[in-house]
């Protein structure tokens, strides 16, 4: 008896799993052949998250494969202080992946605002920052460690976020830097 339920078990969910996924309409239909449709598969989006020594820290969405070399290009490059070695340029960039360039600080090029006489807040060290007017080796030290922890300064506004640094210092400073 278990012998002939069981095949009888297994033919009935086929024809019944058949049925709901069209043989019956197809075999109601007047004699017409189903056309498949192929549809375009949505373009699945990749979302990074880049911060350190970058020109623009932030989130990026990509609708294609990408490699991290091309998510900190579109962040706007490494800046001149990045340790571009600490990071594999050529690996793939996967979804909710967080990609941080960390800051190299030692031997820092100099770079084209000087000749202009700003001093560049993303890239100034500790002696260069102390050029600025009513900046001392302790506000300089502020400075780089508001740096080293939110990233490079995206305008110069938010130098004021600055810990002592307030309008009046702020005022006298914002014509010699630079970002």
Not at 22 to 28: I, K, R
Not at 98 to 123: K, Q, R, S
Request: hydrophobic letters at 40%; glycine letters at 10%.
């Amino acid at each position: 008896m278990k012998k002939i339920i069981a095949p009888l078990a297994v033919l009935i969910c086929a024809a019944v799993f058949s049925w709901q996924n069209g043989w019956g309409e197809m075999a109601a239909s007047s004699g017409e052949s189903a056309v498949p449709t192929v549809t375009e598969p949505t373009p699945c989006q990749t979302y990074v998250y880049i911060s350190g020594a970058v020109r623009k820290p932030g989130l990026y969405s990509f609708s294609k494969e990408i490699r991290v070399g091309d998510v900190v290009h579109e962040a706007g490059n490494i800046a001149a202080y990045g340790d571009d070695s600490a990071v594999n340029m050529a690996e793939k960039a996967q979804d909710g992946m967080h990609i941080h360039i960390p800051y190299n600080l030692d031997g820092v090029p100099a770079g084209p605002d000087e000749a202009n006489g700003l001093i560049n807040l993303n890239e100034g060290d500790e002696k260069k920052l102390t050029e600025l007017p009513g900046i001392g080796p302790a506000m300089a030290k502020n400075i780089i460690e508001y740096r080293g922890t939110h990233g490079a300064f995206s305008d110069i506004e938010e130098l004021r976020k600055v810990k002592g640094i307030g309008q009046s210092k702020f005022n006298a400073l914002k014509d010699k830097v630079t970002v």
